[in-house]
């Protein structure tokens, strides 16, 4: 039937696209049926009653979220009352301890006793134990949280303690220590809580200094030491808290976050439980450390949500966290949320139900128009909507039509875009440089993920503002100069700069920077992309420093004295100057490496690198060649004097004892001086001849210094003729053994000879041992040598015993050297079975220095040695650093007085009264004295009348080959004594 309007006009229907003509027709056709009830407007009006019923469920929700609030209020105001008071005590306990470390110090009696210590007053060790007593029976029981108690000298030593463990102790590198010695006397220092070897316990440490009873003057350090988990009954108590309550102490360690109190929660008994600082569980605590105090709700260590209050305690740096669980904290709004739910689930229910029934007719429409909405969303850029109403919906339907078709042409030329845009921007994000893009002010827009890891600053941090933020003043004002106006005039710029991160901390980074045009050709921002170099600058800066200076004392070193001489040589010859070259080396600088280990002797290689550094002109250049030989570059001389003068002055330095190690150490130097231009000419030349100088000074007695000379020059010639001599000595049998008598004084018989080296050199005939064993020594052919002195001393006693002559024994001396070789005694027992001569008629001879350098091990080696059957002799008594309990300690069976006080023993009361000394001595210890030296017989009576036991030297007979002695054997008389 065809339509008409109220006019009679037939009413024209638009056509439908084809493929939905039918639905479009009936649809139309229907919707032309519907009367003004149901329109959109009277549909939308009667879906508006409804949902009057809405505000009481909005009502409901808002009581519920405020009654919320208040609780979660209430709950933070208790934590924060909670925190605030278990922070309190722990103060107050601190206080405390603070107060009685300062009455401890205070006490007469320590003081006293202290004083003493320190100045050497009446018994060291009576004072000690005295102080230990009164620590341990009058002070510790006066506090019951006290672990320990130290009383510490000004050298940083502990000398009194309860524990005796402690006791000796070097604390002077100790935080501890160093804040005490400095610090106001009412000021005590307290530690950070760390674990104590001695107590085998987490500790805290008060401490405080000792000043005498003036109080003008600091004698020391009294430091109190306190089991850590005392602090533990501040916070195990968790009244006011609910179940879940927990109070805990946290202090930073590093980059982690240590909890200083036990967990409740704790997944297993660690000392220490610690998280790492960055993490989202250390939040609270990392507020708690930064010096603040507040609440918030946040996740703790188990990651468990929690409100927490925290507090901050500034006098031990540590963080104090009171927390309880959320869910623990707003159970009581379960009933509550329970009614709301219910209210709203009703309201809901009945809005639901009158906008089902009245909106279904309004809303098909509409959810046709969404579903085509949401189809071209998800990518149908093909999705229509057939157009049936002829109301608002009919008009929006047909406006979406239109938009639709735009858009698809639009989208797909964007998507192209960007596609394009993405792969640049994944680009940029992952990049491994910096990517910094600003606006023609130089404010930052963006900034890519390795802006953030390498300067510290976040995004938010960084957008808005200036690059100047990363400015660190290392860099001229004339490059960003020159950069800004490279980069506005368009072009780029490509260059390097000393920047600062957000924590202070320099780094070096190569920058490219350019500008970003406009379509139109004008600048609308800047990129800058940037490299950080900061590692390959310090390596390159290292490998520098390592080419030219001396890795332990940071001097320069061979490579860079050799550029300044060479540049000293050229000014000087320009100016007409001279110029001084020392060569410095430490005398007995070896025994110190031997017999205290490398690391004192590497401390002390740095303090007299200082003092020599110290004794030099503005001028003069000192460098450390290696090991402990010095250079030093004095340019500038007008006379040789002035170099005399400073060398003076650097000996004054070297020789002032110091302590290191608990060792008193007095080291000397000798030094050689070689002047431009007399002694030479060139770097290599000046250097040569200062070190053929300083070897002078050392054989001149060391501690002194030596101008270089032609004669040093010949006589450096000579000994180095020698050394090569020597070489080969052996090998071409030009040592031969000569043997000096030994005679009982009370009886005047030979008893024992001594073997005694002789070099039979061609072209300089006889050389006394004095001129070549010190060589022997240097150059390790003193090991063979001895060997061979030994074995044929050996082989000539046993042919004189086959012989039929009266056997007596036969001695050799060993040397420093030898004595330090693991195989020694190996190589006696192979010489005595080799020769066939007894053990017992052997005796070893070692010096007095030699078995000192290393008493364990010298004892060891002796036990060995007697343990073969062979005597063993300290030979040159008095000339070494000898220690009574050593001597006592070695299974020896003679000492040997030194020549150099019997020469004199008749004329000097010094060594009658050192002599003397000596035998009563020996005579104590049993053992049998022997004295080298003896010429006359004045010497001889004294000896005797001692009751020395035997005596060797020119009365008696002087060293003679082997024949003679034969012949005094075969006589077999005894002796004038």
Excluded at 332 to 355: D, H, M, N, P, R
Excluded at 417 to 445: A, C, M
């Amino acid at each position: 039937m065809e339509k008409r309007t109220s006019s009679g006009k037939p009413v024209n229907t638009p056509s439908p696209p084809p493929h939905i003509s039918g639905v479009y027709t009936d649809t139309y056709e229907s919707a032309a049926k519907v009367g003004i009830f149901y329109s959109l407007k009277a549909k939308l009006l009667i879906f508006g009653l409804c949902i009057s019923l809405i505000p009481i469920a909005i009502i409901t929700t808002i009581s519920y979220f405020n009654a919320g609030n208040a609780l979660k209020q209430q709950i933070m105001q208790n934590l924060m009352a909670v925190a605030e008071s278990k922070k309190m005590h722990i103060l107050e306990f601190l206080e405390a301890k603070k107060g009685r470390t300062i009455d401890f110090c205070s006490d007469g009696f320590i003081r006293d006793h202290l004083e003493k210590i320190n100045h050497g007053k009446s018994l060291r060790q009576d004072n000690v134990n005295a102080l230990n007593r009164h620590l341990s029976m009058n002070k510790k029981p006066l506090d019951p949280h006290i672990a320990a108690i130290e009383v510490v000298d000004m050298d940083g030593k502990v000398v009194a303690s309860t524990n005796e463990t402690m006791i000796g102790r070097d604390v002077s590198g100790h935080e501890i220590y160093k804040r005490a010695i400095h610090a106001a006397y009412n000021n005590p220092y307290v530690s950070q809580p760390y674990h104590s070897t001695y107590l085998d316990a987490k500790s805290i440490d008060v401490s405080a200094p000792i000043t005498s009873r003036r109080g003008s003057k600091i004698i020391g350090v009294l430091i109190n030491h306190y089991y850590a988990t005392v602090l533990n009954k501040f916070v195990a108590n968790s009244a006011g808290m609910s179940a879940s309550g927990e109070v805990l102490l946290v202090r930073k360690d590093g980059d982690n976050i240590e909890f200083f109190t036990p967990l409740m929660y704790a997944p297993d008994d660690t000392r220490s439980p610690t998280i790492p600082m960055n993490s989202a569980e250390s939040r609270v605590a990392r507020l708690a450390l930064e010096g603040g105090s507040g609440v918030l709700i946040a996740t703790d260590y188990r990651g468990v949500d929690v409100m927490a209050a925290y507090q901050y305690i500034p006098s031990i740096d540590w963080g104090l966290i009171a927390k309880i669980d959320t869910s623990e904290t707003f159970a009581a709004l379960k009933a509550l949320g329970i009614i709301a739910l219910i209210v709203s689930v009703v309201s809901a229910a009945v809005v639901a139900s009158a906008g089902i029934i009245f909106a279904v007719a309004a809303t098909r429409p509409i959810v046709r128009l969404t579903d085509a909405t949401l189809r071209f969303a998800g990518g149908d850029l093909k999705a229509r909507i057939a157009i049936i109403h002829r109301d608002e919906i009919g008009d929006l339907t047909k406006n979406f039509n239109t938009m639709a078709d735009k858009l698809e042409k639009e989208i797909t030329m964007h998507e192209r875009r960007e596609l394009e845009l993405r792969k640049v921007s994944l680009v940029v994000e992952q990049s491994p440089n910096v990517v910094l893009i600003t606006d023609t002010q130089g404010n930052i827009e963006y900034v890519n993920p390795m802006f953030t890891l390498l300067t510290g600053y976040t995004r938010e941090e960084a957008i808005g503002k200036n690059p100047r933020i990363l400015k660190s003043g290392k860099t001229p004002p004339e490059r960003y100069k020159r950069l800004w106006w490279t980069i506005t005039s368009g072009t780029e710029w490509r260059g390097e700069f000393c920047n600062k991160k957000k924590n202070g901390e320099l780094y070096w980074e190569s920058a490219f920077i350019s500008s970003i045009k406009n379509a139109a050709g004008d600048i609308t921002h800047f990129i800058a992309i940037a490299e950080d170099t900061t590692e390959r600058r310090r390596a390159e800066e290292r490998i520098q420093h390592l080419a030219y200076y001396d890795a332990l004392t940071g001097m320069p070193n061979r490579a860079f004295y050799n550029d300044l001489l060479s540049l000293a040589l050229s000014h000087a010859q320009r100016r007409g100057e001279m110029v001084a070259v020392l060569f410095l080396d430490l005398d007995r600088f070896k025994d110190v490496n031997d017999t205290l280990g490398h690391s004192i002797g590497d401390q002390l290689l740095k303090i007299v690198a200082g003092r020599v550094a110290d004794s030099l002109r503005k001028e003069d250049t000192v460098t450390r060649l290696g090991g402990d030989e010095f250079t030093l570059l004095l340019p500038g001389m007008t006379q040789t004097e002035d170099a005399a003068r400073i060398a003076q002055k650097i000996l004054e330095a070297v020789k002032k004892p110091l302590m290191l190690g608990g060792h008193e150490l007095n080291i000397t130097a000798s030094i050689g001086i070689a002047i431009y231009p007399a002694d030479g000419e060139n770097a290599e030349a000046l250097l040569k001849n200062a070190d053929t100088a300083m070897y002078h000074a050392k054989e001149q007695g060391r501690n002194s210094y030596k101008f270089f000379t032609p004669v040093l020059q010949t006589r450096t010639v000579e000994h180095l003729e020698v050394e090569s001599s020597l070489h080969h000595a052996l090998e071409r049998e030009e040592f031969i053994v000569y043997y000096q008598p030994q005679v009982d004084i009370k009886t005047g018989r030979i008893v024992s000879s001594e073997a005694l080296i002789r070099w039979q050199c061609p072209g300089r005939g006889l050389i006394n041992p004095a001129e070549f064993i010190g060589m022997a020594e240097r150059t390790g052919l003193i090991v063979p040598i001895g060997e061979w002195v030994l074995r044929t001393a050996c082989s000539q006693n046993k042919a004189w015993q086959d012989a039929g002559l009266p056997p007596l024994l036969v001695a050799v001396n060993l040397s420093a050297h030898q004595f330090q070789q693991e195989n020694l005694v190996k190589m006696v027992e192979l010489v005595l079975k080799e020769t066939g001569m007894d053990p017992v008629f052997l005796v070893l001879e070692v010096t007095e220095s030699a078995a000192m350098k290393n008493a364990e091990t010298a004892n060891y080696m002796i036990k060995r040695l007697v343990g073969l059957g062979v005597h063993f002799v300290i030979d040159d008594l008095g000339t070494g650093y000898s220690s009574l309990s050593y001597l006592k300690m070695f299974p020896i069976h003679a000492l040997k007085i030194d020549k150099s006080f019997v020469q004199d023993v008749v004329t000097d009361s010094n060594d009658a009264a050192l002599v003397t000394a000596i035998i009563s001595m020996a005579k104590g210890l049993k053992l049998k004295v022997v004295a080298e030296g003896v010429e006359t017989t004045a010497q001889l009576e004294f000896l005797r009348s001692l009751g020395c036991d035997e005596a060797q030297g020119y009365l008696f007979g002087k060293p003679m080959p082997a024949g003679e002695f034969k012949k005094m054997l075969e006589q077999d008389k005894r002796l004038r004594v």
